[in-house]
């Protein structure tokens, strides 16, 4: 009988032992310590250099990582190993939320493990994106400690696809075509996957701000912007476009080109079925 009850007893404790290593635990990741937030740039012809993403040893949600315990062979970042690792304390770990800065904390005194990602393999990874889009970057599954334990985490990255500031006088013959704002103007190469209108900026702005927006495929495009009324202020683009990453320059007139007073305008974008409206601040 002792038996009997000795082999159930080491069943249970087998069945337990492979639910709890089943679900992941939760570890911290502060990707490029000491900066806030996280820029990655995105480049039509690739980009060079290394990401760093901190694994910062501590508590989170009760469970006290030590980076020694940490199965370095395992650990893929959206799929992607990295090239090199080492373990120092580089930050203090922050327990709310995923996408927080670490930088303003300083060390903690806990040692953190340190990787090195090649940027453009991460790039690659995460697919067409969009300027200002805020991306998730998360341990892949498979990620575990020393002991077949599964440990999971991520941190937010901020999208950089705009192409660079052009020389004086490519500027000064944009400015003089962008007068009318009527088309829209292609600055980045590239198709994205998906429609998105990003936040002016600057925002509040004077005189002038720029919107971008994103078209995964050609389309009839309408971007206008209107009081807080609903009345049509000025309409700024109104054309079929090609897919691509877009920008334009609203200088804060309106369609007879009298100058805008302060306020809250609102912008809208509209491709297809596909509608997306946000707010900016002109301050005179």
Known sequence: MKRVLLIIVIFIVFIIAGYLLSFPCQVKLDIKPKSCPNPLKVKSKGVKGVLPVAILGGTVGGFF???DSINVSTIRLEGVAPIRWSIKDVATLVEDGECNCTTKKGRDGFPD???????????EAIGPVCDGDTVMLSLSDGSRLLDGTWIHGGDCVIIKAKAKKPKAKKAKAMAKASDANA?????????PDKFYLDQNYPNPFNPETKISYC?????????????????????????????GYYQVIWKGRDNQGRLASSGIYIYRLTAG??????RMVLLR
């Open 65 to 67: 990582l030590n980076v």
């Open 113 to 123: 493990l340190v990787l090195k990602f090649d940027k453009q393999e991460i790039v």
């Open 183 to 191: 088309l829209g103007k292609a600055v980045s190469s590239g198709v």
């Open 215 to 243: 078209l995964p495929e050609g389309i009839q495009v309408r971007l206008i912007i209107y009081n807080l009324i609903g009345q049509e202020v000025q309409t700024i683009v109104n054309n079929f476009q090609p897919a």
């Open 273 to 278: 079925t596909f509608t997306q409206t946000k």
